[in-house]
């Protein structure tokens, strides 16, 4: 069975930082569960950071310079560590396996 847990949301003042993980279990192809997602309310799913096949990392404009995608060795777990948050990063964030398994978001709001 396919699992995702993402842990390490919660509130933050703006210029703040939080760490997100993504626990990924039972996923056949564990270095595929690459991608953090968000979701503000009234929006549609974004993309945030993945890490490309050949290691790179990859960060919507909007979090560049701020965010930090990492993989654990094993590739079961992946972070996402967030500074300097702005109001505009609140929102639901995800991780995925290849835009096919999910896990159920956790929550970051941003606010002073």
């Known amino acids: 069975q396919v699992r995702l847990v993402e842990s390490g949301g919660g509130s933050a003042q703006p210029g703040g930082s939080l760490r997100l993980s993504c626990k990924v279990s039972?996923?056949?192809?564990?270095?595929?569960?690459r991608g953090w997602f968000r979701q503000a309310p009234g929006k549609e799913r974004e993309g945030v950071a993945s890490?490309?096949?050949?290691?790179?990392?990859r960060y919507a404009d909007s979090v560049t310079g701020r965010f930090t995608i990492s993989q654990d060795n094993a590739k079961t777990t992946l972070y996402l560590q967030m500074n300097s948050l702005k109001p505009e990063d609140t929102a639901k964030y995800y991780c995925s396996c290849s835009g096919i398994a999910w896990g159920q978001g956790t929550q970051v709001t941003v606010s002073s």
């Open positions: 890490i490309e096949p050949d290691g790179s990392p």
């Open positions: 039972g996923w056949p192809y564990s270095n595929r569960c």
